[in-house]
């Protein structure tokens, strides 16, 4: 299932009647920036990479040539889930999303990651 506009995409992923997962897709000025998410009952199985794969086939088949994300570089599934599709890490950056009980910030250190099209 799939919900699409010119600069923000958005699918479900389904195993066969059961949402399984999300994939999110957002433009920037050099392409798409990836954004995904898997209930963890459906991790380690494949259905993260074989669909964000298929994705990126269909976007690149539309002339879109770079994707970027983003993942907590203790995130080892995600990291090495990047890595396989071809993604190459770019940067770190060190990041805040969250607070503590008395409102300081918790910061990780993210990796920024790249796909680029072989033909760029």
């Given at each position: 299932?799939?919900?699409?506009?010119?600069?923000?995409?958005?699918?479900?992923?389904?195993?066969?009647?059961?949402?399984?997962?999300?994939?999110?897709?957002?433009?920037?000025?050099?392409?798409?920036?990836?954004?995904?998410c898997?209930?963890?009952?459906?991790?380690g199985?494949?259905?993260?990479?074989?669909?964000?794969?298929?994705l990126?086939?269909?976007?690149?088949?539309?002339?879109?040539?770079?994707?970027?994300?983003?993942?907590?570089?203790?995130?080892?599934?995600?990291?090495y889930?990047?890595?396989?599709?071809g993604?190459?890490?770019?940067?770190?950056e060190?990041?805040?999303?969250?607070?503590?009980?008395?409102?300081?910030?918790?910061?990780f250190?993210?990796g920024?990651?790249?796909?680029k099209?072989?033909?760029?």
């Open positions: 299932a799939a919900r699409q506009g010119a600069d923000h995409r958005f699918y479900a992923v389904c195993l066969e009647e059961t949402l399984i997962g999300f994939v999110a897709m957002n433009r920037r000025t050099c392409g798409y920036e990836l954004g995904y898997f209930h963890l009952a459906y991790h199985h494949g259905y993260a990479r074989e669909s964000i794969a298929a990126i086939d269909s976007m690149q088949r539309e002339g879109v040539e770079q994707f970027e994300a983003g993942t907590a570089l203790d995130n080892l599934p995600s990291v889930l990047l890595k396989a599709l993604f190459h890490q770019q940067g770190t060190h990041v805040s999303f969250y607070q503590d009980p008395s409102g300081r910030a918790i910061f250190d993210g920024t990651f790249v796909w099209a072989k033909n760029i």
